[in-house]
């Protein structure tokens, strides 16, 4: 299939306008016509080289919400006409234990991510969302509630799974005290879904500049990190930290925040970490955890637990032609919400 994305032909360049082709259907696959697209810190961390060297020219993009087109004849989850929705990855072993679970991006042979991959079969590079159309076996295509509204579903693809899968595992609940690092998309979307979790959300920003809409997200309150006397009046008051800052930075800056058991759990950056003091660790039986997107099962439960819980992201929309001003803002300016990119705004050439 002939369609068009916005891809990148070396680290850090501009997005372009790029044709490519689609594969031709294999049995078990979707075909979709992509309406919106989220834009996650992880593209720009991937196209700019930041996690090692790419396979370029390559289209970002896995918040991809769309409308089946086509399906191969071994389809029979999926219609022609209905609403769906694509993650970070694109296929994996399906073999493995983590697979048998529903954690295949903990798959023992590698999951494929949704661009910047080898293809399992072919070889090709995966390309992303950022584009009018994709295919997809249908094992890694989700369902969306009808009664979310689709312009504003994508973030939970990335940004709402990675987020309630954590809190999720650390039983986050009923006036469970949880802070949040960074309030951009997925620290609001981290929000949204503990408070409807009945957690005591607070958000910790650089500053408190952002005040108003962490509380218009059901945040209690907002906890700036370079208010040092703030900082020490905060220690010991959480139960659980999501930590989701895209720099490198220094963990021992919130670690007293947590109280005797807490856990910190890091979602963003990948990539080193400053050196952890032990004593606080130690003496508070403090964790500090890490925690990857999530499996395909907990793609669809997030998707449905917004739906039951009148959940949305708070999203800007542009058009394509906007992503390398919107990708400059995500690094200078810090929205407290997410892009999402209507697709609408890409034609085919
Ligand atoms: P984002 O929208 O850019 O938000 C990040 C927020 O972090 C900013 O709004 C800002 O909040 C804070 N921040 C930015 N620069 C900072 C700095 N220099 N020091 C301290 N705080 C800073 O990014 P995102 O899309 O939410 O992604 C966040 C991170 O998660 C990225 O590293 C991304 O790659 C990663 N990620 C991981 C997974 C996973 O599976 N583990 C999945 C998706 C994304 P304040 O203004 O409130 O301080
Ligand atoms: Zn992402």
């Known amino acids: 299939m002939k369609t068009i ?27 979709i016509e992509i309406l919106y697209c989220g834009v996650c810190h992880s593209d720009l961390h991937t196209l700019h080289g930041d996690w ?14 769309g409308r089946v087109m086509e399906v191969g004849p071994q389809v029979t989850e999926f219609k022609v006409g209905q609403n769906v929705a694509v993650g970070c990855m694109v296929d994996s072993c399906q073999d493995c234990d983590q697979c048998a679970k529903s954690e295949e991006q903990y798959c023992r042979n590698g999951m494929t991510p949704t661009y910047g991959a080898p293809d399992r079969i072919t070889g090709e590079i995966t390309q992303g969302g950022y584009s009018k159309n994709i295919v997809v076996r249908k094992e890694f295509v989700v369902n969306v509630p009808d009664s979310l509204d689709l312009s ?26 949880v802070g949040v690092i960074g309030l951009g998309g997925l620290g609001h979307m981290a929000v949204k879904l503990a408070v409807a979790m009945g957690a005591e959300v607070t958000v910790i920003s650089r500053s ?21 006397a703030a900082m020490k009046k905060a220690a010991s008051s959480f139960d659980f930290i999501l930590d989701t800052v895209p720099v490198k930075h220094d963990f021992n800056t919130y670690l007293p925040l947590l109280d005797v058991d807490g856990s910190l759990v890091v979602v963003g950056q990948v990539g080193p970490m400053e050196e952890i003091m032990t004593p ?20 669809q439960e997030v998707l449905d637990f917004c739906a039951q819980h009148n959940i949305l992201p708070v999203c800007e929309m542009i058009p394509m032609e906007k992503i390398n001003q919107a990708w400059k803002e995500l690094t200078t300016s810090n929205p407290a919400h997410r892009y999402v990119i209507d697709m609408s705004s890409l034609r085919l050439e």
Request: a positive charge.
């Open 152 to 177: 504003k579903a994508a973030p939970i693809l990335c940004a709402g799974i990675t987020t309630y899968v954590p809190l999720k595992r650390w039983n986050v609940g009923k006036e469970t005290r």
């Open 52 to 65: 090692g060297p790419q396979p370029y020219p390559l289209i970002p993009g896995h918040e991809i919400v």
């Open 280 to 299: 606080g660790l130690i003496f508070g039986r403090h964790r500090i955890a890490g925690s990857l997107i999530g499996g395909i099962k907990e793609t």
């Open 208 to 228: 408190m500049k952002k005040e108003t809409e962490a509380k218009e997200l059901g945040a209690n309150g907002i906890l700036s990190s370079s208010d040092a």
């Open 5 to 31: 994305g916005y891809a990148a032909h070396s680290a850090g360049a501009d997005l372009v306008p790029y044709n490519f082709d689609r594969r031709d259907l294999r049995p078990n696959d979707v075909a």
